[in-house]
Nanobody
């Protein structure tokens, strides 16, 4: 049974930082590309950052230079360090794996101005 459990969301002031975690089970984590998506109210879900099996990372233009995705294969966990947060970063953040395709339940991030 696949499980992706996100944590670390919350309320933060603009300019602050949060670190999201996604703990995976039921998958072979080391062969999975992992990604973080987000969905704001009334908007489509969008890709925030991805990390490949070889560690190569990619980011949405809106978060480049502010967010950092990383993975710990020993802990079956992917992280999203979010710095210099802006009110427009407010959304539910979801973790996703590819083998199989599966989504976590999401964690709310709210950035106040």
């Amino acid at each position: 049974q696949v499980q992706l459990v996100e944590s670390g969301g919350g309320l933060v002031q603009a300019g602050g930082s949060l670190r999201l975690s996604c703990a995976a089970s039921g998958i072979i984590f080391s062969i999975n590309s992992m990604a973080w998506y987000r969905q704001a109210p009334g908007k489509q879900r969008e890709l925030v950052a991805g990390i490949a099996v070889n560690g190569r990372t990619s980011y949405a233009d809106s978060v480049k230079g502010r967010f950092l995705i990383s993975r710990d294969n020993a802990k079956n966990t992917v992280y999203l360090q979010m710095n210099s947060l802006k009110p427009e970063d407010t959304a539910v953040y979801y973790c996703k794996c590819d083998l199989p395709v599966y989504w976590g339940q999401g964690t709310q991030v709210t950035v106040s101005s």
